[in-house]
């Protein structure tokens, strides 16, 4: 239990076009999402809490405007990088918490599989 | 604070047991994770231990935890070529949000 998918897996992308990319939790709704940011080699970076229903609270130093979050049901939440630049290009993590059945899950954070997002 | 600090790298031999450590800085935070990244992937759950707890053992992996110095590590026993990967150690802040260490890549010879 406690998958959590992404897609696409990877996307290369012109500059100045936009992006979406879809996180859904496949056996437990996902009160919670975390998109996260990974730079080669290097550890993740936390973009944005998204809570289902209501807007993202995102971290400081993230723009808002161009990492645009939705959160619109319980299994899916959206990420979509507007005006995409090379310096944009980098691994796109979520992750969800929440509840499955009688099962909590809200402590822990289940991961997608990441996608790789290349800007030309 | 956020910093959670981890050595970058570490190489055993297969057979061996590897010892992963992690520090951290929020002596507040109930629950603290190790996941397991393999190339061009996700992450990968492995193991969690709540802050009331010194160690916890799952099959070949030890938790220790020690709440004073906020020392916390994995030990992996009977390492495998299929361990070979990156370790984060995170910790669990209000909100639920997790900080991440910088990762430790094992690299495991045969």
């Known amino acids: 239990g406690a998958v959590v998918s992404q897609h696409p897996s990877w996307v290369i992308c012109k500059s100045g076009t936009s992006v979406k990319i879809e996180c859904r939790s496949l056996d437990f709704q996902a009160t919670t999402m975390f998109w996260y940011r990974q730079f080669p080699k290097q550890s993740l970076m936390l973009m944005a809490t998204s809570n289902e229903g209501s807007k993202a609270t995102y971290e400081q130093g993230v723009e808002k405007d161009k990492f645009l979050i939705n959160h619109a049901s319980l299994t899916l939440s959206t990420l979509t990088v507007t005006s995409a630049h090379p310096e944009d290009s980098s691994f796109y993590i979520c992750s969800a918490s929440g509840t499955s059945g009688s099962r909590s899950s809200t402590d822990t954070q289940y991961f997608g599989p990441g996608t790789r997002l290349t800007v030309l | ?110």
Not at chain 2, 7 to 29: A, H, K, P, Q
Not at chain 2, 80 to 106: R, V
């Open chain 2, 1 to 110: 604070g956020e910093d959670v600090e981890q050595s970058l790298f570490l190489s055993v031999r297969e057979g061996d047991s590897s010892v992963i450590n992690c520090t951290y800085t929020d002596s507040s935070s109930t629950y603290l994770y190790w996941y397991k990244q393999e190339p061009g992937a996700g992450l990968q759950l492995l193991t969690y231990i709540f802050s009331n707890m010194d160690m916890k053992q799952d099959q070949r992996l030890t938790v220790l935890l020690n709440k004073k110095d906020k020392h916390l590590s994995l030990r992996i026993a009977d390492t495998q070529t299929g361990d070979s990967a990156i370790y984060f150690c995170a910790e669990k802040h209000n909100f639920n949000k997790f900080y991440f260490g910088s990762g430790t890549k094992l690299n495991v010879k045969p």
